[in-house]
């Protein structure tokens, strides 16, 4: 079983950071993290990719967060890091981390968290 637990989360003031965390913890044996990704979800709006990283090392960002945001990992401790700085009223979200993994029983297998509340004020 897969365990992904994000923390971090909270109230900050509009131009602040926060650096939330994403940890995921097994049962098992052999595996490899390809891909974390944080997501994001508003009230009302659709849940909307924020960053990526990819185990190549590749980052991608949205537009939105691009400049303000950075993913990172720690593939020894199987964690994933998304630092916010200058944060906007806008980012106000329950923020979500998935993470691709591979097993040789079962092949790649996407796992979520539960979300962590970020909330900005003006």
């Known amino acids: 079983q897969v365990q992904l637990v994000e923390s971090g989360g909270g109230l900050v003031q509009a131009g602040g950071s926060l650096r939330l965390t994403c940890a995921a913890s097994?049962?098992?044996?052999?595996?490899?993290?390809?891909?974390w990704d944080w997501y994001r979800q508003a009230p009302g709006a659709q849940r909307e990719l924020v960053a990526r990283?990819?185990?190549?090392?590749?980052?991608n960002y949205a537009d939105s967060v691009k400049g303000r945001f950075t993913i990172s990992r720690d593939n020894a401790k199987n964690q994933v890091y998304l630092e916010m700085s200058s944060l906007e009223p806008e980012d106000t979200a329950t923020y979500y981390c998935?993470?691709?993994?591979?097993?040789?029983?079962?092949?790649?297998?996407?796992?979520w968290g539960q979300g962590t509340q970020v909330t900005v004020s003006s």
């Open positions: 998935s993470a691709n993994i591979w097993f040789p029983t079962t092949g790649s297998v996407y796992y």
């Open positions: 097994f049962s098992g044996t052999f595996f490899r993290i390809n891909i």
């Open positions: 990283s990819t185990s190549t090392g590749i980052t």
